[in-house]
């Protein structure tokens, strides 16, 4: 149960405070992405709209359909008949996350834009505590995990060497704990239209565009109905775009661990030559043949498969392919809309 410490307006709309220290919006939009949701879509707006209530500003609730298979888009459909402020955008198919949250960001038209999961892990509640930081001034305010304990160990594991892996190799420093429950500014959500690219790691480029940044904890919670979308093949696959986005060094690298292994191997020559001419020694073949072959065509695979990483996303890049097709918009001839209380 959330107690809620005072009940004033969050977004104050009204005149007099407009030019007050604290920033003031009058339109936010809340982008959901969602994937095979049915079971989830009431039990997600019975607590999310008195939440939005109590900030008194024009709201609407952006939900992406990615290519559901269930009937996630009928019931967002008919919520959309009960209730102006929701809209619905279908996408073709199965796009991913990343793209069914850039959808909803190109859609979206508040001065605040919060992009929140439909399976309850993310407490709505706390948006309260994000438009908050918001008004004191933070332009991207992320809801940072308490603790991965609802993960296992496995994945905790993972997500670690991830982090420790991305700034050993990559340029921009990431919001650690961040996940895609976020407050981003109407200046960064145009920062982010901006950017061209496809393959799209956003907590990567949530970084990139700077701005002013807040976290605020919270709690995750259990998923609420059905299961989670993220295998742990899909995560590598992330993890790889992730890293061929933000860095180069994994290109760079061969060319020192080339040149480290000529100049090894010029010296073991010159330890073969001095063996066999001045003590007569014969050099023994086969086992050290074989190693170094072994070792050196591996080598050479990695390097060349690391490459082909890179190529197939500048493939992906110059297709110039869009991130993502609607099929289907509901609800957006309304502008964002003020419930009369
Ligand atoms: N989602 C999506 N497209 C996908 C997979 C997931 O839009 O291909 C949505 C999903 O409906 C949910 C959010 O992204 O609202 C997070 O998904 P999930 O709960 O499966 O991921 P996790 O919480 O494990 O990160
Ligand atoms: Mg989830």
Redesign the pocket.
């Given at each position: 149960e959330f107690v809620f410490e005072q009940d004033i307006p969050l977004i104050d709309t009204t005149p007099a405070n407009q030019n007050g220290s604290a920033r003031s919006a009058a339109s936010l939009s809340v982008v959901?992405?969602?994937?095979?949701?049915a079971g989830n879509i009431r039990a997600f707006l019975d607590r999310l709209l008195p939440c939005l209530d109590r900030t008194r500003a024009a709201c609407e609730i952006i939900f992406?359909d990615?290519g559901s298979a269930d009937k996630t888009p009928v019931c967002v459909a008919e919520q959309c008949a009960l209730d102006a402020r929701i809209k619905l955008i279908r996408l073709s198919r199965?796009f991913?996350?990343e793209a069914?949250l850039n959808a909803g960001l190109s859609h979206a038209v508040g001065d605040l834009v919060i992009q929140i999961?439909?399976?309850l892990?993310h407490p709505p509640e706390t948006i309260d505590a994000m438009i908050k930081e918001w008004s004191l001034g933070a332009d991207i305010v992320y809801a940072k995990r308490n603790s991965r304990q609802d993960e296992s160990w496995m994945r905790r594991f993972l997500a670690r060497s991830f982090y420790r892996v991305f700034g050993l190799i990559c340029d921009v420093k990431l919001m650690e704990g961040a996940?895609d429950f976020i407050l981003l500014d109407r200046k960064v959500v145009d920062a982010l239209m901006q950017l061209p690219e496809r393959g799209r790691f956003t907590k990567g480029l949530y970084a990139w565009v700077g701005f002013r940044r807040k976290a605020v904890p919270f709690d995750v919670a259990p998923?609420a109905h059905g299961q989670?979308?993220?295998p742990l093949l899909k995560l590598a696959r992330f993890a790889m775009d992730a890293m061929t986005a933000f860095g180069s060094l994994p290109l760079k690298v061969w060319t020192y661990i080339g040149l480290l292994l000529a100049f090894a191997s010029t010296l073991y020559g010159a330890v073969i030559f001095v063996q066999k001419l001045a003590f007569g020694i014969d050099v023994p073949g086969y086992a050290s043949l074989m190693v170094a072959v072994c070792f050196l065509s591996g080598v050479q695979l990695l390097g060349l498969g690391i490459m082909g990483e890179y190529v197939s996303r500048i493939f992906a890049e110059v297709k110039q392919r869009p991130m993502f097709l609607v099929q289907e918009r509901i609800g957006f001839d309304q502008r964002p809309y003020m419930p009369q209380t």
């Open positions: 959901v992405p969602a994937y095979n949701e992406v990615d199965n991913g996350k069914a999961d439909v399976d892990q996940g998923r989670s979308g993220w």
